[in-house]
């Protein structure tokens, strides 16, 4: 059986113009008759999507300022120039991704996860070309250390991101959550660059690293949190009724 | 659309008036009784009308529209089943059609012809086919890329393909049934 067949048969079955009727459609405009007044559509997505990566770059600064510029100022320009170049043009990335996830019918290039994949990727990968010190002293409470400071600095960030995007409409919570997470731990990375003088490529590639993928976790788990207890709530709303 | 978000109520009714019929089909499409449809539309109609700011104009209503919808059913779905507590059934359900089509051997309906269908495809399959979206279109409608839209379009054609052929086949051996009687 060809294409062309089965299109015939799907379009002779689905019939002509569905009807709906007039007590239906009545009732859909009625509903929203009420609340009827002009609303402003949101920014160009440009325009989201730089206000991300400046909320990420005031996080990042901000918490090494209050910790201290070590990191970059034991880089040489190389280091510096590629390291944040990395993290400047991922998160402008992510960020756009965000925004799309965040409003309806967007043209999606990248799934949120294998953006997440790509960062990391990217930045394991700039990071294991520049730091060649591959001892290991104090692997583990280092590390755990600069992990928990990263995470610290995505909370923040992740709200801010929130609160910018607040007035879109998320089809799918746990991807948009996923990208949010994402975003918001390439600022703690970003925070964690500019302050930690540990070099050590193993400190770097696993807890530095570390802090994007987990808190992407962190933030798709809490849109399915969130989405869950709404839709409890739809659930009670449902039922009382 | 601009016009409904500036506040225009006729703009707003014209909307309803010229959308609503494509959006009931899509529930129905989707093996929702004529009720649940009835009530998908309207829950749709409310959140559109809820989130109708974060409508970017220029860009193709469509997609925005449908993505909308398809997160109200989705929503939908997942309540009637906790507040049902009967998954079992409602993968029974989906499975009705399918064998009443099979069955009887007719694909007079279009809800039993698109019911051996995973939800994903039928849903791009109506998209693409009932609606005239473009690729594209339903690709930014089900937040997915092209080729995902394409490889579904393709397994939906495959799986539509089999069925056919068999309720083909069937017919053909009921006919030479009754003649041989």
């Known amino acids: ?241 | 659309m601009a016009h409904y978000q500036q506040g225009d109520f006729n703009a707003a009714a014209v909307l309803i008036a010229q959308l609503s019929p494509q959006l009931h089909r899509f529930f129905l499409a989707q093996l929702a009784s004529r009720a649940d449809a009835d009530d998908l539309l309207q829950e749709t109609w409310l959140r559109i009308h809820k989130v109708r700011h974060t409508y970017r104009p220029g860009e193709p209503v469509l997609p925005w529209l449908y993505a909308i919808a398809r997160r109200v059913r989705v929503d939908h779905y997942r309540r009637s089943i906790r507040t049902t507590g009967r998954q079992q059934a409602m993968e029974d359900m989906s499975e009705i059609p399918a064998t009443v089509s099979a069955g009887s051997g007719r694909l007079d309906d279009f809800s039993a012809l698109l019911a051996p269908l995973s939800d994903g495809e039928r849903e791009v399959i109506v998209m693409l086919k009932v609606e005239g979206m473009s690729l594209e279109e339903a690709a930014r409608a089900t937040s997915s890329t092209v080729g995902s839209v394409k490889q579904k379009a393709h397994r939906a054609y495959k799986k539509l393909r089999e069925t056919m052929s068999a309720t083909r086949r069937s017919g053909r051996g009921t006919a030479e049934d009754c003649r041989e009687r």
């Open chain 1, 1 to 241: 059986m060809k294409d062309e067949e089965i299109d015939d048969v799907l379009k002779e079955t689905a019939g002509g113009p569905h009807v709906l009727k007039a007590e239906t459609l009545q009732r859909v405009s009625d509903s929203i008759k009420t609340s009827l007044r002009p609303v402003r559509p949101l920014p160009p997505t440009w325009v989201l999507a730089g206000g991300l990566v400046l909320v990420c770059a005031a996080v990042a600064l901000a918490g090494a300022a209050r910790a201290g510029f070590y990191g970059i100022g034991k880089m040489d320009f190389l280091e510096r120039a590629l390291i944040f170049s990395t993290l400047v043009v991922s998160a402008w990335v992510v960020g756009i991704g965000f925004v799309h996830e965040m409003i309806p019918g967007s043209r999606r290039h990248i799934a949120p996860g294998a953006l997440l994949a790509i960062v990391s990727g990217l930045s394991v990968c700039v990071f294991a070309l520049l730091f060649r010190d591959y001892q290991t002293s104090a692997f583990f409470s280092a590390g755990i250390a600069c992990l928990l400071t990263g995470l610290l600095f995505a909370v923040p960030t992740a709200l801010l991101a929130w609160l910018l995007l607040r007035r879109g409409f998320a089809v799918n919570p746990v991807s948009a959550g996923l990208a949010a997470g994402t975003l918001a731990g390439l600022a703690g990375l970003g925070m964690l660059e500019l302050h930690c003088q540990n070099f050590q490529a193993a400190h770097v590639l696993v807890w530095h690293v570390a802090v994007v993928p987990l808190s992407a976790a962190a933030g798709a788990f809490v849109a399915w949190a969130l989405r869950l207890r709404a839709s409890s709530g739809d659930r009670e709303r449902v039922t009382r009724n």
